[in-house]
Nanobody, 126 residues
Framework: QVQLVESGGGVVQAGGSLRLSCSPS????????MAWFRQAPGQEREFVAF????????YYPDSVKGRFTISRDNAKNTVTLQMNSLKPEDTAVYYC???????????????????WGQGTQVTVSS
């Protein structure tokens, strides 16, 4: 069983940057497609970014495209989410997730992911 651990959340002013990291506390994620999701209070969890196991494919929703960048270092067993030009509406708990077997085009579906972290809070003040 893979346990994912996120780090790097915090409080930042609008326009600032944060870098989130995700690593497994046990096991490895070098062959797993990975994603980031977020959930704001009173809202549904939403897709933020996806990266294939090789790092060759990435996808983002329009809400973060051009501001967020997902990357991975399989040798270090780490997935990173670089968030720039942050807005107050980016405030949420951010979760990383790993999939064992991802169906094509299902990368934004929460149900495609088998392992989740506990989440890290990101707060963007205006």
């Amino acid at each position: 069983q893979v346990q994912l651990v996120e780090s790097g959340g915090g409080v930042v002013q609008a326009g600032g940057s944060l870098r989130l990291s995700c690593s497994p506390s046990g096991g490895a994620i070098g062959r797993n497609p990975m994603a980031w999701f977020r959930q704001a209070p009173g809202q549904e969890r939403e897709f933020v970014a996806f990266i294939s196991w090789s790092g060759g494919s990435t996808y983002y929703p329009d809400s973060v495209k051009g501001r967020f960048t997902i990357s991975r270092d399989n040798a270090k067993n780490t997935v990173t989410l670089q968030m720039n030009s942050l807005k107050p509406e980016d405030t949420a708990v951010y979760y990383c997730a790993a999939s064992r077997f991802l169906s094509p085009r299902m990368y934004s579906d929460q149900g495609s992911y088998d392992y989740w972290g506990q989440g890290t809070q990101v707060t963007v003040s205006s």
